[in-house]
C-alpha cells in the first residue's frame, strides 16, 4: 500500500516522521530540534527566519504527529493525484509558511494587546521571568497549517463528494466539511480558552490555500479563455482535464484523418507504425495532464510535435 502513494506526499510522510525520530533522540542528548527549528515569535531573541519553512516538520508527540500525517495521507494522496506532484508540492508548503505568517501576526497582536514591549520581566506563577525568556516560550510547531491549506483544496477540488467524519454517523460533502472545519477553527480562534493550539496558523493555511487555487482560476481562465468554471466545482481540475482531453481528441482524429487520406496506399506495417505512435502520443498527453508539460523530456516534446 505504501508504494501507492504519490511521490510528494510519501515523502513528507517519511520526513516528518523521521523530524520526529530525531527529535526524540537528540533530546535524550541535551538538543531540542523543536527550539532550534520551531518557530518563535519574531520579537524573541531565539527567532530564525528559516523557522518559517522547518516548523512545519516539527512535532510536540506523538498524538500531534498521528493525526496530522493521517491527514495528509488521506488528502494529500487525492489531491496530489489530481493536480500532479510539483504543484501540490507548492501548495502544501507555501499554505504552511503562509500558516506561519498568520500565526507571527497572531501572537505579535497579542504581544501588542498585552503592552508587553513596556516589561523586562514577567511574573509566571510567583516565578519572576525575564521578558526574552519568556518569548521564547512562544514556540509553533507541526504540519496542520499545510494541512489545513490540503483540506482546503480537497474542498474546492471535490465540493460533492461525500466523505465520512468521525464522529458524524452519515457523509458529508467536501464542501461543508470545509467549512465546519474553518468554522471550528474560527470559535477556538475567538475563545478566550487557551489550549495551546495554534487556531489562527490553521486558518491562515486555509486563507492561503484559498488565494493560491484562485491565483491558479485567474491564470487559467486568461491562458484558456475557459468559462468552466463554476464556483466550487473542481475548476481547474476539471477546465484542465477538458483542455487536455480536447487536445488529445485533435490528436486522435488527425492520425485517423492522415491514416484514412492515404489507406489505399498503406502497408499492414504502416498502420501498426501507426498505432504505436499513437498510443505514444497518449501516453505523453496523459503525462502532462497528470505532471504538467515541463515534465516532459525533450524526446517527448519532440515526439508530441513532430508528426512526420
Same mark, same amino acid.
Given at each position: 500500500?505504501?508504494?501507492?502513494?504519490?511521490?510528494?506526499?510519501?515523502?513528507?510522510?517519511?520526513?516528518?516522521?523521521?523530524?520526529?525520530?530525531?527529535?526524540?533522540?537528540?533530546?535524550?542528548?541535551?538538543?531540542?530540534?523543536?527550539?532550534?527549528?520551531?518557530?518563535?515569535? #519574531?520579537? /524573541?531573541?531565539?527567532?530564525? &527566519?528559516?523557522? =518559517?519553512? @522547518?516548523?512545519?516538520?516539527?512535532? $510536540?508527540?506523538?498524538? %500531534? *504527529?498521528?493525526?496530522?500525517?493521517?491527514?495528509?495521507?488521506?488528502?494529500?494522496?487525492?489531491?496530489?493525484?489530481?493536480?500532479?506532484?510539483?504543484?501540490?508540492?507548492?501548495?502544501?508548503?507555501?499554505?504552511?509558511?503562509?500558516?506561519?505568517?498568520?500565526?507571527?501576526?497572531?501572537?505579535?497582536?497579542?504581544?501588542?494587546?498585552?503592552?508587553?514591549?513596556?516589561?523586562?520581566?514577567?511574573?509566571?506563577?510567583?516565578?519572576?521571568?525575564?521578558?526574552?525568556?519568556?518569548?521564547?516560550?512562544?514556540?509553533?510547531?507541526?504540519?496542520?497549517?499545510?494541512?489545513?491549506?490540503?483540506?482546503?483544496?480537497?474542498?474546492?477540488?471535490?465540493?460533492?463528494?461525500?466523505?465520512?467524519?468521525?464522529?458524524?454517523?452519515?457523509?458529508?460533502?467536501?464542501?461543508?466539511?470545509?467549512? #465546519?472545519? /474553518?468554522?471550528?477553527?474560527? &470559535?477556538?480562534? =475567538?475563545? @478566550?480558552?487557551?489550549?495551546?493550539? $495554534?487556531?489562527?496558523? %490553521? *486558518?491562515?493555511?486555509?486563507?492561503?490555500?484559498?488565494?493560491?487555487?484562485?491565483?491558479?482560476?485567474?491564470?487559467?481562465?486568461?491562458?484558456?479563455?475557459?468559462?468552466?468554471?463554476?464556483?466550487?466545482?473542481?475548476?481547474?481540475?476539471?477546465?484542465?482535464?477538458?483542455?487536455?482531453?480536447?487536445?488529445?481528441?485533435?490528436?486522435?482524429?488527425?492520425?485517423?484523418?492522415?491514416?484514412?487520406?492515404?489507406?489505399?496506399?498503406?502497408?499492414?506495417?504502416?498502420?501498426?507504425?501507426?498505432?504505436?505512435?499513437?498510443?505514444?502520443?497518449?501516453?505523453?498527453?496523459?503525462?502532462?495532464?497528470?505532471?504538467?508539460?515541463?515534465?516532459?523530456?525533450?524526446?517527448?516534446?519532440?515526439?508530441?510535435?513532430?508528426?512526420?
Amino acid at each position: 500500500m505504501f508504494r501507492q502513494i504519490p511521490p510528494i506526499t510519501k515523502n513528507l510522510l517519511i520526513i516528518n516522521v523521521l523530524a520526529f525520530f530525531a527529535h526524540v533522540v537528540l533530546k535524550d542528548h541535551g538538543f531540542s530540534m523543536n527550539d532550534t527549528f520551531g518557530l518563535h515569535f #519574531i520579537m /524573541a531573541s531565539d527567532f530564525q &527566519f528559516y523557522q =518559517l519553512f @522547518t516548523y512545519m516538520f516539527m512535532h $510536540a508527540n506523538v498524538s %500531534h *504527529l498521528f493525526f496530522n500525517m493521517f491527514a495528509l495521507w488521506m488528502f494529500g494522496c487525492t489531491i496530489e493525484r489530481a493536480w500532479g506532484s510539483q504543484r501540490f508540492l507548492a501548495f502544501t508548503l507555501l499554505c504552511g509558511v503562509g500558516a506561519g505568517i498568520f500565526q507571527e501576526l497572531a501572537q505579535f497582536v497579542s504581544y501588542a494587546v498585552q503592552g508587553l514591549a513596556a516589561y523586562d520581566s514577567v511574573n509566571i506563577s510567583g516565578m519572576i521571568m525575564s521578558m526574552d525568556s519568556y518569548l521564547n516560550q512562544w514556540n509553533t510547531v507541526g504540519f496542520s497549517g499545510a494541512v489545513y491549506g490540503i483540506l482546503l483544496g480537497f474542498g474546492m477540488t471535490y465540493p460533492e463528494e461525500r466523505i465520512f467524519v468521525f464522529p458524524l454517523p452519515f457523509p458529508i460533502k467536501g464542501k461543508w466539511f470545509v467549512c #465546519i472545519y /474553518a468554522a471550528i477553527e474560527l &470559535f477556538s480562534a =475567538l475563545s @478566550t480558552s487557551n489550549d495551546n493550539v $495554534a487556531h489562527i496558523a %490553521h *486558518l491562515g493555511g486555509m486563507v492561503v490555500g484559498f488565494f493560491i487555487i484562485r491565483y491558479w482560476k485567474y491564470k487559467y481562465e486568461h491562458r484558456y479563455g475557459s468559462s468552466n468554471f463554476q464556483g466550487w466545482d473542481g475548476y481547474e481540475i476539471k477546465s484542465r482535464q477538458s483542455f487536455f482531453g480536447r487536445v488529445k481528441q485533435w490528436f486522435r482524429d488527425f492520425s485517423e484523418n492522415t491514416f484514412r487520406s492515404s489507406s489505399n496506399s498503406s502497408t499492414d506495417s504502416e498502420e501498426e507504425r501507426e498505432k504505436k505512435r499513437q498510443k505514444e502520443i497518449d501516453r505523453i498527453l496523459d503525462k502532462i495532464k497528470r505532471n504538467g508539460y515541463d515534465s516532459l523530456t525533450d524526446e517527448e516534446r519532440r515526439k508530441l510535435f513532430d508528426r512526420k
